[in-house]
């Protein structure tokens, strides 16, 4: 029997540690994936640039993980509150969005050159704002919901989310994504598209070198790592967002009725809860592929160097 119950538990943690860093894990994979095949091609960058570009996509990583491996024995313990959380994904893509912003470092320019046309539109593919713009937006919905359903706590704080059974006065609460997060996070994330939208027009701004192919690549191969470091933020964000709401949707109230004996109420977004979920995985994946995908970039994988050719 003792037995028994020690295999039930040591499957029960297994497929909670699965499910905890399932996500992060099949992240990782579909960004090696990723560049083996889609960005295989890519250009060689400088042993600079490509320091440069690893920090900025691998450090972010490693710090938003570092909270959720300290939680199950893997790390320190960092007991951060919810605003700290959702806040840390968007300050660490502003952080790499700038890093990624310094441009890369040619010895070999040909003023010539300069009669080619360098526009952003040049470097940047159009679904990359696209799908940033749908991102931050789906982010500031869901901070004015949160923030619209949430009451005052005894510190005259907005994070608290409040039911109430009928008329019996009988209340239950728990802790939501309020006014107290959203209001900094949404800070935040204006900054970060700040950031970003200089970044993308601070690329076409050096000369161009003497190999235009070569340095059109790398620009190019710019651009993305900033769409891809300022969209994995988002997620990253958007995952802590959506497992705190999740915890708040699970709430419920119990309490005895008269004759219609012990009634349970929940909130009115309960049956969200599964979807919350399954938007925290696809987030979290999506999140992490996205930041790791921009740290291979700098790393040689078989990249072709793009013959030079000279302008006149």
Same mark, same amino acid.
């Given at each position: ?5 020690? =295999? ?9 540690? /699965? ?30 640039? #490509? ?18 491996? !300290? ?8 007991? @951060?509150? /919810? ?62 919901? #949160? ?18 059974? &009928? ?7 728990? !802790?939501? %994504? !309020? @006014?107290? %997060?959203? /209001? ?9 598209? /700040?950031? =970003? ?18 340095? =059109? ?31 708040? #949707? ?7 009725? &008269? ?27 999506? &999140? ?5 995908? =921009? ?18």
């Amino acid at each position: 029997m003792y037995q028994r119950n020690d =295999t039930l538990t040591e499957a029960t943690m297994i497929l909670f540690l /699965l499910l905890i860093w399932g996500p992060s894990v099949l992240g990782a994979v579909i960004a090696l994936a990723l560049r083996l095949t889609l960005l295989r091609g890519a250009p060689r960058l400088s042993t600079r640039d #490509a320091v440069i570009t690893a920090v900025a996509g691998g450090v972010p990583v490693i710090v938003f993980l570092a909270p959720l491996a !300290g939680d199950f024995g893997f790390g320190p313990q960092l007991w @951060w509150d /919810l605003g700290s959380r959702t806040a840390l994904p968007l300050i660490l893509g502003i952080v790499s969005v700038i890093l990624l912003c310094f441009p890369s470092r040619s010895t070999q320019m040909d003023a010539s050159a300069q009669l080619v046309p360098r526009t952003v539109r040049t470097f940047l593919r159009p679904r990359q704002p696209i799908l940033l713009g749908v991102l931050a937006t789906v982010a500031v919905a869901l901070a004015l919901a #949160a923030g619209a359903a949430s009451e005052t706590d005894e510190r005259g704080e907005y994070t608290r989310f409040s039911i109430t059974l &009928g008329s019996s006065g009988t209340s239950a609460s728990t !802790g939501i %994504y !309020g @006014w107290h %997060y959203s /209001l900094p996070s949404l800070a935040l994330l204006g900054v970060l598209l /700040l950031a =970003t939208a200089i970044g993308w027009l601070l690329i076409p701004r050096p000369a161009w070198s003497y190999d235009i192919d070569r340095d =059109t690549a790398i620009r190019r191969l710019r651009a993305a790592n900033i769409a891809r470091i300022a969209c994995g933020a988002v997620l990253l964000h958007l995952a802590v967002v959506f497992s705190s709401l999740r915890g708040t #949707a699970s709430m419920m109230l119990s309490a005895q009725a &008269g004759p219609l004996g012990m009634v349970s109420l929940g909130t009115p977004f309960a049956a969200m809860e599964p979807a919350l979920f399954v938007a925290w995985a696809l987030s979290t994946t999506a &999140g992490i592929a996205l930041w790791l995908l =921009t740290a291979l970039s700098g790393v040689p994988m078989g990249a072709r160097t793009p013959s030079q050719v000279r302008t006149s």
